[in-house]
């Protein structure tokens, strides 16, 4: 096992990997920019370095300043987390080379998996079904357009090389296919220097379910479950569960077999995950496969009890899986919802700000990754996740009770978040049956009916929060209803707002 790893990440993933680490008896370095020096990933690993200035090319992804910072601390391992450097094959093929091990797949998986066009022939030669469209890149136009009218309009343009829904159109018509191919590649190009678009069939109402896998090095593969991830906006997963209420059994059966068939044909090692596209007649499609760890991982944890952090690390020192398939056991149903600081009265706005109060839920079948604390400073330049918040229970229902629950214990003030519109997902009658889709958000989410929806529970937390703040002898904004972030000056009338900012806001 290794003597000492480099979590090359910050916030709940880096804390996450040092909890497992510290497990195996790892001792860990965090890395961090000058404005995480305090953060509690920090805070928490046995050494830390500083990698530079606040935006992330000046800090985390310095491939090569993190590589000469591991040498220089004998560092034996790296571990990516997800985004930054996660699925960059040049920086798993650099620490190759340094002699240090990258916790993740080989950089030529990541590298053929990297690319959508090269994954889907990847998994057509494997006989793993993908949604019908262009094999490769669009050279030609014309030649796409022909190919659209073939399979039938509805489709979608997508980055060759990204996700995340960058470099993604919806075109409806040949007549509208000219200007979403040139969108799409400007944008593609913007996001991921490559302007590189395919073409695919559009779904309707589909679903996006995935399969964790874990493949080691002595060829051993097998599938923790699937989740259910339709529940987005702009393509951005917000709440995740396991296992999925939609599919049927069979073909439970049929997406796992598969993903484990698409990880064998690539010569997979490590954590991974492989996503498909469910229609509403349960047919399922290869969508991509994501070479590293997923945010949404703790459900698969619950339901698994395995810790798949610790799995990685075993994984990528040379151990063999100590699991078959038919040792694993699935249990119970988990859901995780990801706490973002972001309005969602204001198009999902990111939020900024001092975190002046945190008090997390607990209780039984209560998990709370968090890579923020009371005092954290909450800025511009990384992404705005803030925590997982999930649950196990024996059942969907008591998941979803206990989830309700524990979104009602948790206290985040300082800046918004998006509690209130979990809270206002997993009350809802379509997201109770189990019928949502990817349209889910779209199709139902109005931002000012959402203080008409959210639970009695939820209006008392509001009005004792109200209670608290006139009892701390504060005023809140009396020039308008809308709140402004904790400790700012509203630009309309110069008021200062209460350290007591809700949650909640009443639409104006």
Same mark, same amino acid.
């Given at each position: 096992m290794f003597r000492k790893l480099l979590i090359a990440n910050r916030g709940e993933i880096a804390l996450r990997v040092i909890r497992s680490a510290r497990e195996l008896g790892i001792a860990t370095v965090a890395v961090h920019s000058d404005v995480d020096r305090g953060a509690p990933h920090v805070q928490q690993a046995d050494e830390a370095v500083c990698l530079g200035q606040a935006p992330s090319r000046e800090s985390y992804l310095r491939g090569e300043r993190i590589i000469e910072e591991a040498r220089r601390l004998g560092v034996d391992a790296i571990h990516p987390g997800y985004g930054f450097l996660s699925e960059n094959a040049e920086f798993a093929r650099a620490c190759r080379q340094a002699g240090i091990v990258f916790v993740g797949p080989p950089p030529?998986? %990541?590298?053929?998996?990297? +690319?959508?066009?090269?994954?889907?022939?990847?998994?057509?030669?494997?006989?793993?079904?993908?949604?019908?469209?262009?094999?490769?890149?669009?050279?030609?136009?014309?030649?796409?357009?022909?190919?659209?009218?073939?399979?039938?309009?509805?489709?979608?343009?997508?980055?060759?090389?990204?996700?995340?829904?960058?470099?993604?159109?919806?075109?409806?018509?040949?007549?509208?296919?000219?200007?979403?191919?040139?969108?799409?590649?400007?944008?593609?190009?913007g996001a991921f220097a490559d302007g590189a678009v395919y073409l695919e069939k559009y779904l309707e109402e589909p679903h996006h379910v995935e399969v964790q896998i874990l493949a080691d090095s002595q060829g051993n593969v097998l599938h923790v479950g699937e989740r259910e991830c339709s529940i987005q906006r702009r393509h951005q997963k917000v709440v995740e569960e396991s296992p999925s209420p939609f599919i049927s059994a069979e073909l439970r059966q049929a997406l796992c077999e598969t993903a484990v068939r698409a990880a064998r044909a690539v010569g997979y090692v490590n954590a991974g995950t492989?996503?498909?596209?469910?229609?509403?007649?349960?047919?399922?499609?290869?969508?991509?496969?994501?070479?590293?760890?997923?945010?949404?991982?703790?459900?698969?944890?619950?339901? +698994?009890?395995? &810790?798949?952090?610790?799995?990685?690390?075993? %994984?990528?020192?040379?151990?063999?899986?100590?699991?078959?398939?038919?040792?694993?056991?699935?249990?119970?149903?988990?859901?995780?919802?990801?706490?973002?600081?972001?309005?969602?009265?204001?198009?999902?706005?990111?939020?900024?700000?001092?975190?002046?109060?945190?008090?997390?839920?607990?209780?039984?079948?209560?998990?709370?990754?968090?890579?923020?604390?009371?005092?954290?400073?909450?800025?511009?330049?990384? &992404?705005?996740?803030?925590?997982?918040?999930?649950?196990?229970?024996? &059942?969907?229902?008591?998941?979803?009770?206990?989830?309700?629950?524990?979104?009602?214990?948790?206290?985040?003030?300082?800046?918004?978040?998006?509690?209130?519109?979990?809270?206002?997902?997993?009350?809802?009658?379509?997201?109770?049956?189990?019928?949502?889709?990817?349209?889910? %958000?779209?199709?139902?989410?109005?931002?000012?009916?959402?203080?008409?929806?959210? +639970?009695?529970?939820?209006?008392?937390?509001?009005?004792?929060?109200?209670?608290?703040?006139?009892l701390a002898g504060e005023e809140s904004c009396t020039h308008t209803r809308r709140r402004h972030s904790t400790g700012q000056d509203c630009h309309e009338c110069g008021q200062r707002e209460s350290a007591w900012r809700l949650q909640h806001r009443r639409p104006a």
């Open positions: 030529e998986v %990541i590298e053929g998996m990297g +690319s959508k066009t090269a994954a889907r022939q990847a998994m057509l030669r494997a006989g793993v079904p993908v949604v019908p469209g262009t094999e490769a890149a669009i050279v030609d136009p014309a030649a796409a357009i022909r190919v659209a009218e073939g399979i039938g309009f509805p489709v979608m343009l997508k980055a060759a090389a990204g996700g995340g829904g960058k470099g993604m159109r919806r075109v409806e018509g040949a007549a509208d296919f000219p200007a979403a191919l040139e969108a799409a590649r400007r944008e593609a190009l492989i996503e498909f596209l469910v229609d509403g007649r349960q047919n399922f499609y290869f969508l991509e496969m994501n070479t590293r760890l997923q945010v949404e991982h703790p459900v698969s944890e619950w339901v +698994s009890g395995l &810790d798949l952090v610790g799995e990685q690390l075993r %994984i990528a020192a040379g151990l063999p899986l100590e699991l078959r398939q038919s040792d694993l056991q699935l249990r119970g149903h988990a859901i995780e919802c990801r706490i973002c600081a972001e309005d969602p009265l204001a198009g999902f706005l990111p939020d900024t700000g001092r975190v002046t109060r945190h008090v997390p839920p607990g209780g039984p079948g209560v998990r709370l990754d968090s890579g923020v604390e009371k005092g954290s400073e909450v800025g511009v330049h990384y &992404d705005p996740l803030l925590a997982k918040l999930s649950v196990w229970a024996q &059942d969907r229902p008591a998941a979803i009770a206990r989830m309700l629950r524990a979104l009602g214990e948790y206290r985040l003030h300082g800046l918004r978040t998006n509690l209130d519109f979990c809270r206002w997902v997993l009350e809802h009658e379509v997201f109770r049956a189990g019928r949502y889709d990817t349209g889910f %958000i779209a199709t139902y989410f109005q931002p000012e009916r959402l203080a008409e929806d959210l +639970s009695p529970e939820a209006l008392l937390a509001v009005e004792t929060a109200g209670l608290l703040e006139r």
